[in-house]
């Protein structure tokens, strides 16, 4: 089964550049194992198309996921999301801890540990 990736699939923040959107989108969808290993992405035209953006915009998500070893691109054939697991298992670790440091900051912000946050976040049932 091929990648299908729609542009209501997420949601963009006009504050931020897309094409790091688009790789914090995929590399949880690699890591959630929505992309499974080995399966083939679209071409870079193929994908700009398909979400309407330019075709520069994918290939520099397409870079920045090829640099952390997400995915492969194989001449000729097309590019792949990567069967290594070590990869993708070190790809998920990195986006936890990126959220218990957003948790840290959030918890800090309002004086609280990162427990007392939990804790006053938790919905009770009346």
């Known amino acids: 089964m ?18 790091e959107q688009f790789v914090e989108q995929l ?3 690699i890591a959630r194992g929505v992309l499974a290993p080995g399966i083939r992405l679209p071409s ?8 309407r953006v330019n075709p520069t915009t ?3 998500t397409y ?13 000729g054939q097309g590019t792949f999301v990567t069967k290594d ?16 440091r957003k948790l840290r900051e959030t918890a800090e912000s309002l004086d609280l540990t990162v ?4 804790e006053l976040a938790q919905v009770k049932e009346e």
Request: aromatic content about 8%; glycine content about 0%; proline content about 5%.
């Open 27 to 29: 590399r949880a969808d």
């Open 85 to 100: 697991e070590k990869v993708i298992r070190e790809s998920k670790r990195a986006i936890a801890r990126e959220a218990v």
């Open 115 to 118: 427990e007392q946050l939990l």
């Open 2 to 19: 091929d990648f299908i990736w729609k542009p209501d699939h997420f949601r963009i923040d006009p504050s931020r550049p897309l094409y």
């Open 44 to 51: 870079v035209r193929e994908l700009a198309a398909t979400i």
């Open 63 to 75: 870079q920045e996921l090829e640099r952390s070893q997400l995915i492969v691109t194989y001449r």
């Open 58 to 60: 994918v290939m520099k």
